[in-house]
Each structure stands twice: as structure tokens, then as C-alpha cells.
């Protein structure tokens, strides 16, 4: 059969999921590959269907006790093979596991976020996940939904609406990543909000994309990862390893999003070198530390480093 199996192999594993309970195809079995990508193609044609979301995959999803058509060593070598299966749809599909997957060419989405500031799944936790991941070689990130998931109980603000300054900071910040994926809508706010997702989505596709194009070329020969922490530019430089609330694009664009309710402003740390300021500024006697820098509700700090500094 195409399915992973209990152990004696006689009858499909069944499991519990997020939407009841079923049976996982078994993707060390090449036929249910060629099976799965099959229906997948035939969504394409005949729906005109772009891309598709590859959910779960984990080894978390296997029963504890199961057989597959190519015993497995290692259960995380299911996660692989899962991974494997997306390859024809590396275009515009997206992935939210792998395991050595680093030369699969989608997209990554890092696990759900909740619809809080925090640490705990919060917005704060997006730049420490995206650096890590982006170190082990996954290149290709979405940072999650804008906003996060707004799951009851777990959403700061309506509890049906991520909290309005939440989602701009949070829309503000996934502008510089490598994509930008909504599920709450800006026209679920007001026309301020908005324009603040016009003006960003715009900046996306005009300064961020570009460079990050760039560097997915480069990438093939060095390695080095597409989002980069503030340490990678400054090795010895014992404050740079602190810093988990900027991050820098290549080695050239800096970052430095507002992360905490009710602020306009906030503390920046530039490393060594000249850096221009997104308001046009110069600040050349690096290392240095900016405190309580001014940071617009509708604005995000951002440095390019200048040659020559």
C-alpha cells in the first residue's frame, strides 16, 4: 500500500491530526510519491493552481510504532523524503519542516506564531528563529504570518484582530524579510494601516527582494546565510553576539525593528564602520550605541553600511 503501516505491515498506521484522524503516506515508498505529485499536477492544470503548502511533515506525526516500505534508521529521514516531494513545486511552495533539506529551493515557514509581543512565540521571537535557521543553511524563510495566527486565547489585542500596532510592527519587520506573507488583511484595521502596508510592500519589492535576489546567487558558492546576525560583520566584537533584536541583510543593510508595545523609539547598536541611516544621517565613529533612536509607528530603522567608512 501507499501508506506508512503498523507494525506488522498489515493495516495503515492512524494518527491523530489537526483536522480528526488519518493515515500518512509513506514517502520512503516511491509509487506513493509518484502518486501524490500526480494528484498535485493535476490541481495545477486543472485549476490553475500556482503553488501548493506543504504543512506538517514531521516525525512527530509517525505513531510510535509503525514500518515503512524502506525501514528507517532514522525517523527524521521520513521528514526528508517529505521534503523531496515538494521539489517539482519549488517555484512557490512552501515548506514548514526539514531535515538536511538545505538544498531544496522553497520556501521555509518557521512554526506558527501566536499574536503577542513576546519571546513565547511572540514577535520577539522572530529574529532569534530566523537567524538560527538561516545559519543552518535554510535560506528561503517566511517569518510566519503578519501578525501571527490571532488564535483564541493566544492574540494580543480583540482576541479576533491581532492588536493595530502589533500587526504594523510586525508588517514593518516581515518587509525585510526574504517574503511577505499575509493571512489578516490590512483592510481588516483602517485606511492608515493600509497605507502603511502599501508603503512597505513597495519597499519590499523595491530594496529588500533585489538584494536578497543577489545573495541567493552568491550564496551557491560561500554558504553564508541570506539574513545574518549582527556578529557576522563584527567577529570580535564582543557586544555584536548580544544583539538579538537586529539583523542584517548581506553584510551591507541593517535592521532594527520596533519590537515592545507603546514605543517610539529605541536603543541600535552599529558595529564598526560608516553607516547611513534610512533619514539620510551618517554615523562613522563606530562601534556605538544609539540610544532611544526615534522610530515612527509607520517607520522601521534601517543602516546601510557605505563604502569607504
Keep these: 500500500g501507499l501508506f506508512v503501516r503498523e507494525p506488522t505491515g498489515q493495516l495503515p498506521a492512524m494518527v491523530r491530526w489537526w483536522n480528526g484522524i488519518g493515515a500518512i503516506l509513506d ?4 509509487d506513493a510519491r509518484e502518486w501524490y505529485t500526480s494528484q498535485l499536477r493535476t490541481l495545477k492544470s486543472k485549476y490553475g493552481v500556482d503553488s501548493f503548502k506543504f504543512d506538517a511533515g514531521e516525525t512527530s506525526y509517525l505513531p510510535q510504532q509503525f514500518s515503512t516500505l524502506v ?13 523531496e516531494m515538494a521539489m517539482p513545486f519549488n517555484e512557490r511552495a512552501e515548506l514548514r519542516v526539514g531535515y538536511q533539506s538545505q538544498n531544496i529551493s522553497c ?3 518557521i512554526i506558527d506564531r501566536d499574536s503577542v509581543w513576546g519571546y513565547e512565540l511572540g514577535l520577539k521571537s522572530l529574529i532569534p528563529t530566523v537567524l538560527t535557521i538561516s545559519i543552518l543553511g535554510y535560506q528561503f524563510i517566511l517569518p510566519d504570518m503578519i501578525g501571527g495566527n490571532a488564535y483564541p486565547n493566544r492574540t494580543d489585542g480583540s482576541q479576533t484582530l491581532p492588536d493595530r500596532e502589533l500587526y504594523i510592527r510586525w508588517l514593518e519587520l516581515s518587509a ?28 519590499h519589492e523595491t530594496l529588500v527582494a533585489p538584494r536578497v535576489l543577489e545573495l541567493a546567487g552568491e550564496v551557491l558558492d ?25 539583523f542584517l541583510i548581506g553584510d551591507d543593510l541593517m535592521v532594527a525593528p520596533v519590537l515592545e508595545p507603546g514605543k517610539q523609539e529605541r536603543d541600535i547598536y552599529l558595529p564598526a564602520g560608516r553607516w547611513r541611516s534610512y533619514k539620510g544621517e551618517y554615523f562613522d565613529k563606530g562601534p556605538m550605541h544609539l540610544t532611544d ?7 522601521i530603522a534601517y543602516f546601510v553600511w557605505v563604502q569607504g567608512g
Excluded: C, H
Design 27 to 30: 514517502f520512503t515508498n516511491q
Design 71 to 83: 525501514t528507517l534508521t532514522d525517523p527524521s529521514t521520513f521528514t526528508r523524503r517529505y521534503t
Design 107 to 109: 520556501f521555509f515557514r
Design 176 to 203: 525585510f524579510m526574504p517574503s511577505m506573507q499575509f493571512s489578516v488583511p490590512p483592510w481588516a484595521y483602517d485606511s492608515e494601516v493600509i497605507s502603511i502596508a502599501q508603503r512597505f510592500t513597495a519597499l
Design 222 to 246: 560561500t554558504g553564508d546565510p541570506i539574513i545574518r546576525p549582527l556578529w557576522w560583520i563584527a567577529t570580535d566584537d564582543e557586544a555584536a553576539y548580544k544583539i538579538d533584536s537586529q
Design 293 to 299: 533612536y526615534p522610530v515612527d509607528l509607520d517607520e
